[in-house]
């Protein structure tokens, strides 16, 4: 092992760290730094990023007992029914993108993992300045309705 090799492997703990404070898993911050920084093609940093998974476990195992913030307490902080909802679908893409890995080439997987990004990227932007627009228009009817 490399010094550089050491060094990256801090870059990559907190990398993670920081996805799960923001309560993602952060595979999709694996796969550039794990072919960047270790040479490590696209099919070894996919299977790579699967191991991920342990991350977001922790995660759920120790916010479990967590109250959700909006719920005076009753409620708890995973939304068991978006992940019901999730759930058959990642099922289905981890099948699909399994079968697919094996036919595709690595420089066709890269571009589709890019693609893939910068379509949740411009969905995630437009959903932002959605709720954000929404937000402030109910700050200025608070503000109009208060008394000065």
Avoid: W
């Amino acid at each position: 092992m490399s010094k550089n090799e050491f060094g990256y492997y801090f870059i990559i703990i907190f990398f993670m760290a920081f996805s799960n404070v923001g309560s993602l898993i952060g595979g999709g911050m694996i796969i550039p730094i794990m072919m960047g920084m270790f040479r490590f093609d696209a099919k070894e940093a996919v299977a790579l990023q699967n191991s991920t998974f342990i991350a977001g476990l922790a995660r759920y195992i120790m916010q479990s007992r967590d109250s959700h913030p909006l719920k005076n307490g009753a409620g708890v902080l995973s939304d068991y029914g978006l992940s019901s909802t999730m759930l058959p679908g990642a099922v289905i893409g981890v099948t699909l993108g399994s079968l697919v890995s094996r036919i595709l080439p690595g420089p066709v997987i890269i571009f589709l993992f890019i693609a893939c990004a910068c379509l949740t990227a411009l969905v995630a932007l437009r959903n932002f300045f959605k709720i954000r627009k929404t937000e402030n228009a109910v700050v200025q009817v608070q503000q109009a309705i208060a008394p000065s």
